[in-house]
């Protein structure tokens, strides 16, 4: 999110302690150190519910469509904010992988429950595995770290578990303090290949520059001015509200619906995409989520190379790709860091030596290249409310809506928006969609939705706003801050999310539906 209007155009602990202890020993050796081995062969863990045995089940999300779901997967009641937070030692795991936990709780003992969010007849959520009561530890105030004025809590390890038998997918781990207050730790079981597969995109480096908890965002400093800000965060501390806030607005709702359609899909993270390639190739199409605003180069260079090998791109919300941050190390781990100097910044290390790396906005100098190039659309501003516009009704987008030109949404377009500027870089043939009318800052301008045609046959299509993906819960007990959006609007951004999803799945789009037909010069022939 700007700081208002954007100018126009402009040692992992093993098993063999339980063998030598015994069971009710280990425990308590634990508990005197202050940490819980729960993986499935140490301290108990409670069995995943009935069904296959965890060997059996396929780690691809395929299989978990039609499962039973756990409806008991909500916060109830999140209680003060030190009655219980905490946060993993990575943001992903592969299916298998041992993870590391890091609690502080005023309650005596806790437990912590993995929930996959996923369709399961409506339920959202399906309980996966159950630590048994782990004793609750207060832990130290953060530690702050001056130069960058970068908050870590730097705990004790509280306990490792494994997740063998875990299926791909994006996790809420919820910690249950035995006070009755809850938090999420948000958790993705990444997917290593995408071929022939939709792959979702999660936002971490999104979540964690917004989180203030410590005081602390990328937003402000504990004074709440910008000027305190801080200059670099750390996965290494939780998340504030109720741990997973920025995951269950704008993303759960698109995962609930790409898993009620079938469709082969894959699970990463922009910090994995950084790291790695690899489960982009082949792929079918990629999606970015409701927020997902602060990318590294590689990340956008991976995304882009994707794109032009011929898989398909959707853009599901607004401000995407607006920052370049940088990943560096955390205090145990790489990556645990995300460097954003922002409008400070001549003061970033790299300013005089590696220009491409410096962290500011993406268009801005010393290496400018504007978000448009890859989105088709240009982030311009916030905040603003305003209806969503048809304006190519007959587009395949918009099949099984209804729609015809000018029908309109209260409300989806907000609270920040991109619109195609006129010369702004953006691929051709461009087309828009949708085309916005609002006021922003006492300016007048236009939110457009935006699908371009890459020569590699790829499809790019990008919503422009960023209430796309909470407008998929509008009217519903999850709606939370839906704006006043209503079951129409959510008729309308389901049914048009399904044609994108299901098409994309298919392979590059213009193997199966028509080509972008460039419009921009006809929608903005007035140059508003």
Request: glycine letters at 10%; aromatic letters at 8%; a positive charge.
């Amino acid at each position: 999110m700007g700081m208002g209007p954007a100018p126009r155009g402009g040692a992992e602990h093993g098993t063999a302690g339980v063998r030598r202890l015994g069971r009710r020993r280990f425990l308590g050796a634990c508990a005197g150190l202050g940490l819980t081995s729960v993986a499935a062969t140490a301290c108990g863990a409670t069995a995943p519910p009935r069904g296959p045995r965890p060997a059996d089940v396929s780690h691809r999300p395929e299989a978990e469509r039609d499962r039973t779901g756990t409806p008991d997967w909500r916060i109830t009641s999140r209680g003060p904010a030190p009655a219980v937070a905490g946060y993993a030692d990575r943001v992903s795991v592969t299916p298998g992988e041992e993870c590391g936990l890091y609690v502080s709780t005023t309650a005596s003992s806790f437990r912590v429950s993995a929930f996959r969010v996923g369709w399961y007849g409506g339920a959202q959520a399906r309980l996966v595995w159950r630590s048994e009561r782990i004793p609750g530890r207060v832990r130290p105030e953060p530690r702050f770290v001056p130069d960058t004025r970068t908050v870590r809590a730097d705990w004790p390890r509280t306990l490792t578990f494994g997740t063998a038998g875990w299926p791909e997918g994006a996790y809420l781990l919820r910690l249950e303090a035995d006070s009755g207050h809850q938090r999420y730790v948000p958790l993705i079981v990444r997917s290593t290949r995408g071929t022939g597969r939709t792959v979702l995109i999660h936002a971490p480096a999104t979540w964690q520059a917004y989180n203030r908890w410590g005081g602390y965002s990328l937003y402000a400093g504990a004074s709440g001015a910008y000027a305190t800000r801080s200059l670099a965060v750390s996965f290494d501390r939780p998340y504030d509200a109720d741990g997973a806030e920025k995951f269950r607005v704008y993303e759960r709702a698109a995962v609930v619906l790409a898993e009620r359609l079938g469709i082969p899909l894959a699970y990463t993270t922009g910090a994995d995409v950084h790291r790695d390639p690899e489960v982009l190739r082949g792929a079918a199409a990629v999606v970015c989520l409701g927020h997902d605003e602060y990318w590294t180069s590689e990340q956008r260079r991976h995304v882009t190379a994707a794109r032009d090998a011929g898989t398909n791109v959707v853009f599901l919300g607004a401000n995407t790709c607006f920052r370049r941050v940088r990943l560096e190390q955390g205090e145990a781990r790489p990556d645990r860091t995300v460097v954003c100097y922002k409008s400070a910044v001549r003061a970033d290390p790299c300013y005089a030596t590696r220009p491409a790396l410096v962290t500011t906005d993406f268009r801005r100098a010393p290496a400018p290249d504007p978000e448009s190039s890859l989105t088709g659309v240009l982030y311009e501003g916030n905040p603003t409310d305003a209806p969503y516009v048809v304006h190519a009704a007959d587009h395949w987008l918009y099949e099984g809506t209804g729609v015809r030109p000018g029908d309109a949404f209260g409300h989806l377009v907000g609270v920040e928006y991109d619109r195609v500027t006129p010369g702004a870089p953006v691929p051709e043939p461009l087309e828009i969609t949708a085309h916005s009318p609002l006021v922003c800052g006492g300016l007048r301008s236009h939110s457009d939705s935006a699908y371009y045609t890459a020569p590699s046959g790829a499809g790019v299509f990008a919503t422009g706003t960023m209430r796309w993906v909470e407008a998929l819960m509008a009217g519903t007990p999850d709606g939370g801050r839906d704006h006043g959006m209503d079951a129409r609007t959510r008729a309308f951004v389901t049914r048009t999310t399904e044609n994108v999803l299901r098409a994309f799945a298919e392979g590059s789009a213009t193997r199966h539906r028509p080509a972008a037909r460039p419009n921009v010069s006809e929608v903005y022939r007035s140059g508003v």
